[in-house]
């Protein structure tokens, strides 16, 4: 079996300006946070612009890009025209498509990919064409993971909220099914040729058996790393990140 190639952090920082737009004004400044991200050795920079704007706004976009120094951005969007049509004009490295329901705290699960192919054809194809590296946020299933190669999207995020909830929960036996999910559908979608990510609820405490998945080639993680940095720094938390994922993955 071939070793495990290099495993890549993107960092989200969307909860940076959510702590700004509780307050409003201008600080903390999420385009700051994006200096650090690259300061600490992270791989890419991940943002979701959101319908409401509840934390990253459109003037953040261009100050995020100057301030990232040339690290991919990956560009987190529902599948509107609204959302389409900023993305082409921004030109990001990468795009990613999640589910969005303006009630929803965070995004809950994965993107129906399967249930929602036909709807989801012109956006795909749009991204694409405007440049952009297009992934889709999905659940661990063969299903859905079949259908976002049919779309023609080259990436798979694989959800790991399940598995970062069944952690916390206790429940060993069950964890560990959803971690066996999460490796065969890394696999299945590494033998569609596609790139597997994996991303959501993954801390210090679980993140090492996700990191060891060998398909997995991405780990995109926010919440957590905002909210450590409260109490030890941003660069500080990014860096025993890194450190947790490089040593699972050796």
């Given at each position: ?103 929803e705290r ?103 058996p ?8 991405e780990?995109?993680i ?29």
């Amino acid at each position: 079996m071939p070793e495990p190639g290099p495993l890549r952090l993107g960092v989200n920082i969307d909860h940076v300006a959510t702590i700004r737009n509780a307050r409003g004004g201008e600080h903390p400044d999420p385009a700051r946070a994006a200096a650090l991200v690259r300061a600490a050795g992270g791989e890419g920079i991940t943002f979701h612009l959101r319908e409401d704007r509840r934390h990253i706004r459109d003037d953040d976009l261009v100050r995020i890009r100057e301030a990232a120094g040339g690290l991919p951005l990956n560009f987190e969007m529902a599948a509107t025209d609204e959302m389409i049509s900023i993305a082409e004009r921004f030109a990001p490295d990468a795009a990613c498509l999640v589910p969005e329901r303006r009630e929803e705290r965070t995004t809950e699960g994965g993107l129906d990919a399967a249930g929602g192919h036909d709807r989801l054809v012109g956006p795909v194809d749009r991204l694409r064409e405007a440049g952009a590296r297009v992934s889709l946020f999905i659940e661990p299933a063969h299903e859905q993971i079949a259908a976002a190669k049919s779309l023609g999207a080259p990436v798979v995020e694989l959800h790991t909220g399940r598995y970062g909830e069944l952690f916390l929960s206790g429940d060993d036996a069950a964890c560990q099914s959803e971690l066996q999910r999460l490796r065969e559908a890394a696999a299945y979608a590494s033998g569609l040729g596609l790139e597997a990510h994996a991303g959501h609820g993954l801390s210090f405490d679980n993140v090492a058996p996700v990191a060891a998945i060998r398909e997995v080639v991405e780990l995109n993680i926010g919440h957590f790393l905002i909210g450590e940095a409260v109490f030890t720094g941003l660069e500080a938390a990014i860096a025993r990140m890194r450190e947790l994922m490089d040593e699972a993955r050796a």
